[in-house]
């Protein structure tokens, strides 16, 4: 089933993920497919998140 969250709940969603991940394996020892394994739907805005960024940080 599809669920029809906010990008705010999506982003909430992936910063949940990455604290539960980062307090299992440390900051040091985490990639970022274990952040999203944990909702794979969030694989899409991870993705968006990425593109945004990188159009901010463009001169």
């Given at each position: 089933?599809t669920q029809n969250l ?54």
């Amino acid at each position: 089933m599809t669920q029809n969250l906010t990008k705010e709940e999506r982003m909430r969603q992936l910063l949940d993920a990455a604290v539960q991940v980062f307090g299992k394996k440390g900051y040091h020892d985490t990639q970022i497919s274990d952040i999203i394994k944990k909702p794979m739907s969030l694989v899409g805005l991870f993705i968006f998140i990425l593109k945004v960024s990188a159009k901010f940080l463009q001169p």
